[in-house]
């Protein structure tokens, strides 16, 4: 059964990716019920790992924003393998070519961004040599939530799709 598809919509300003969500005006998609990647007695309930999320393309970038709920955020320097992160999978193949993603095809079809917020605020990308030039991304922490905003080229898009893009997945 086919996934819902929802419009990519223009932010109504400029963003900024820096971390803060003073540029998006809602979130709008909750997960209250996260899938969780951890030892499962460590998983606290619903606010333990919530999260939402957006996204948006002003022709220049597409824009992903996740915020982040965690009773413990784990970001020490030297140890980002163990750290509390956020994978976003972008799939910008045309829909004819798209046929589920497939760990053995991360980044030559698909990217996967795995964003893990820094211990001095800056992000940590997993495998930043696999993924398209110009990809801009940024993360804050603060209290028990942290911010992850990604920016991916949108040559990147048109670089799969052509100049008349029209979706991603």
Known sequence: ?????????????TIDVDGALS???NLAF?????IVDSDPFAHQGPSDGKFNFDLRHD????????EVVDDEIFVKEGEEFWHDRVQFL???????????VSSS????????????PGAKGQAA??????????IQVATKVRGKRYVVEVAIPISY???LQGENWESIR
């Open 23 to 25: 540029d998006w005006d």
């Open 157 to 159: 898009v048109k670089s």
């Open 90 to 100: 972008v799939d910008a193949r045309p829909l004819d070519e798209v046929s589920g």
């Open 59 to 66: 022709g220049r970038f597409i824009y992903l924003c996740a």
């Open 125 to 134: 990308l997993y495998r930043p040599d696999r993924l398209p030039k110009g």
């Open 30 to 34: 909750n997960i209250d019920s996260p």
């Open 105 to 116: 095809r991360a980044f030559s079809d698909w990217l996967l961004l795995r964003v893990v």
């Open 1 to 13: 059964q086919p996934l819902p598809s929802y419009a990519l919509v223009r932010p109504e300003e």
